[in-house]
Nanobody
Framework: QVQLVESGGGSVQAGGSLTLSCAAS????????MGWFRQAPGNEREFVAA????????DYTDSVKGRFTMSRDNAKNTVVLQMNSLKPEDTAVYYC?????????????????WGQGTQVTVSS
């Protein structure tokens, strides 16, 4: 079955950086837009970033614009979320997701596959 496996989470001090990766398997990767979402305790899952199938278009939630960068490597079936200038409010479990047939999509309900999540903790 399709697998999305995130890696790269961890603990960092405010102002630091982390790089999250998501490796996809058993997926026609270039036919999927990819997204990153996050969920903090007690909160709903929220959109963070998305990238089109080609990598030519990206979208970010306002709170991460200028700090986070999403990219994809279709030859390696991977997406990366580079997170800089991290803030304590970025603390959450981060999920990678795949949406078939869309360019850029923010709604989690349109994503077909999800990873298991990776914890990011930012201390002040």
């Amino acid at each position: 079955q399709v697998q999305l496996v995130e890696s790269g989470g961890g603990s960092v001090q405010a102002g630091g950086s982390l790089t999250l990766s998501c490796a996809a398997s058993r997926l026609a990767f270039t036919t999927y837009a990819m997204g990153w979402f996050r969920q903090a305790p007690g909160n709903e899952r929220e959109f963070v970033a998305a990238i089109s199938w080609s990598g030519g278009s990206t979208d970010y939630t306002d709170s991460v614009k200028g700090r986070f960068t999403m990219s994809r490597d279709n030859a390696k079936n991977t997406v990366v979320l580079q997170m800089n200038s991290l803030k304590p409010e970025d603390t959450a479990v981060y999920y990678c997701a795949a949406a078939r047939g869309f360019t850029i999509i923010r709604s989690p309900y349109n994503y077909n596959y999800w990873g298991q999540g990776t914890q990011v903790t930012v201390s002040s």
